[in-house]
């Protein structure tokens, strides 16, 4: 009989470990991690609140994707802008709630709000599950607010 490698053994122990952890992980951690909203989503949901003042008309408009901040776990960040050659090429800096798809100017703390939104916001919270009653539990202010 062969005696088992540490590697063996410890690859052995992982493998069980992860096959039987779905088992006993029940929870809203699980639950909810898997009902957020993708960083594309987010930035779709960001250049929909732009629309209405003619922002994403501009010429080289883009919405890119900020780096995560450890503070605001459960925001997307992103900063609009447009090509505009010799001067500010910013639009703003925007934050997406990963939970209930609220978009905020991170720089004056406003809700971004439209028809347009509300319509994709309505799309998406439906895809992840959030009910009316669930989003009123659980929105918050936009970070820094």
Not at 43 to 68: D, K, M, R, Y
């Amino acid at each position: 009989m062969k005696t088992l490698s540490a590697v063996t053994t410890i690859s052995l122990l992982l493998l069980s470990t992860s096959i039987s952890a779905p088992m006993f992980s029940q929870g809203p951690s699980t639950e909810l991690s898997s009902r957020k909203l993708t960083v594309d989503e987010a930035s779709e949901l960001v250049q929909t609140a732009l629309e209405e003042g003619g922002a994403t008309n501009l010429p080289g408009f883009g919405v890119e994707t900020e780096p995560p901040n450890h503070d605001y776990p459960n925001f997307y960040f992103f900063e609009a802008m447009w090509h505009n050659p010799g001067k500010s090429a910013v639009i703003g800096n925007y934050a997406v709630d990963s939970r209930t798809g609220d978009v905020w100017n991170a720089v004056v703390c406003k809700e971004m709000k439209s028809a347009a939104l509300r319509a994709k916001q309505k799309k998406i919270r439906k895809r992840i599950g959030l009910s009316d009653e669930e989003y009123g539990r659980i929105k918050k202010p936009g970070p820094m607010c």
